[in-house]
């Protein structure tokens, strides 16, 4: 399953050269993920009240072309492996309306629960698998 998300560059999103600052990118990663979750019936928010965590453990990105202020851009979220214990996605952003790459992405969340990891309780864990 993938999820697309559109989002229009702010110019607050735009550093000294008129591009997308790269952090901004890790920020799409998390709209990208936020949004794959909502699309599963997964809220975040009852999640963090059931006392759910899921801290990001590892991050990564590659940048291929800039975006710039204004641009319309395809956040895209593919599923790499949904458990009990993490979550793993893979992401790319495109200019919408073109192919072109403009950075990828990977991300992986584990599930914690007053501070050690756990299994994700099944009522989570049965939406979750539906993004395989």
Request: with cysteine.
């Amino acid at each position: 399953m993938t999820v697309k998300t559109i989002h229009r560059v702010k110019f607050f999103d735009t550093d000294v050269m008129g591009v997308v600052h790269h952090a901004n990118y890790i920020r799409w990663f998390e709209t990208g993920r936020v949004e794959f979750l909502r699309e599963l019936g997964i809220d975040l928010n009852e999640m963090m009240s059931d006392g759910i965590l899921f801290p990001i453990v590892e991050i990564g990105a590659k940048f291929r072309a800039p975006a710039k202020f204004d641009d319309d851009v395809e956040i895209f979220t593919t599923a790499e492996a949904l458990t009990r214990a993490k979550m793993q996605f893979r992401y790319e952003i495109r200019k919408r309306g073109e192919d072109k790459l403009l950075a990828e992405g990977n991300s992986t969340n584990v599930f914690t629960s007053g501070g050690k990891i756990c299994r994700l309780p099944e009522k989570y864990s049965e939406r979750l698998a539906k993004g395989l």
